[in-house]
């Protein structure tokens, strides 16, 4: 059971280019969701799901695209990398369409934005 | 507005010392409450959760935690510190009244000192 898996692991963009950061779990969560994570600021919501053609804004959603065309899928589109997008990006789900169940973390994304 | 506040951002403690991990929240009702573990270059791991019933909750590592109504907190306790604790550490809130979203304290870095 490989969990939840994000690709690639590291990044390196330069400013305006484009890229997907994806996401992907076996285990038929319906909620998946994308954090990113920064120094002194803990983990912030950028997009989440609570089932397939369902997606919804987080803290944080500017610069971000999300779509769930599949249960198992959550990609994260970055349409014009800047600098203050550098970051490490997790991937969570957990398995209910709730909030009362944990989240399955991926192993994270390190992104550098030059 | 949902919060929660990590007043800690670095700790250190001695091994063999026991430990608190302080965490509050700002919610409308009775939150789900998390403790999350994150090695470095990891993604998080479930400690412990708080959804009813008895305030003091058991977590995997011999952690556990109290929730507190009347101080709106959830601190983490380990009455015996392990070199192996070194890590960071995220309180949370599943806030299902607000669109089902997850928000995290800003974390507390925890070194064990031989």
């Known amino acids: 059971n490989a969990g939840v898996t994000q690709t690639p692991k590291f990044q390196v963009l330069k400013t305006g280019q484009s890229m997907t950061l994806q996401c992907a779990q076996d285990?038929?969560?319906?909620?998946m969701s994308w954090y990113r994570q920064d120094p002194g600021m803990g983990l912030r919501l950028i997009h989440y799901?609570?089932?397939?053609?369902?997606?919804d804004q987080g803290e944080v959603p500017n610069g971000y695209n999300v779509s769930r065309s599949t249960t198992e899928d959550f990609p994260l589109r970055l349409l014009s990398a800047a600098p203050s997008q550098t970051s490490v990006y997790f991937c969570?789900?957990?398995?209910?369409?709730?909030?009362?169940?944990?989240?399955?973390f991926g192993s994270g994304t390190q992104l550098s934005v030059l | 507005a949902q919060s929660v506040t990590q007043p800690d951002i670095h700790i250190t403690v001695s091994e063999g010392a026991s430990l608190e991990l302080r965490c509050n929240y700002s919610?409308?009702?009775?939150?789900?409450l998390f403790w999350y573990v994150q090695s470095p270059g990891q993604g998080l791991q479930l400690l412990l959760k708080y959804f009813s019933g008895d305030t003091l909750v058991q977590g995997i590592k011999g952690f556990e935690a109290e929730f507190k109504r009347s101080q709106s907190s959830f601190n983490l306790r380990k009455p015996s510190v392990h070199w192996s604790d070194a890590a960071e550490y995220f309180c949370?809130?599943?806030?299902?009244?607000?669109?089902?979203?997850?928000?995290f304290g800003t974390g507390t870095s925890l070194t064990v000192i031989p």
């Open positions: 969570a789900s957990t398995k209910q369409g709730s909030v009362n169940e944990k989240l399955f």
């Open positions: 799901s609570v089932g397939a053609g369902i997606t």
């Open positions: 949370a809130v599943g806030a299902i009244f607000t669109g089902n979203q997850f928000y």
């Open positions: 285990m038929n969560h319906e909620y």
């Open positions: 919610y409308g009702a009775t939150p789900y």
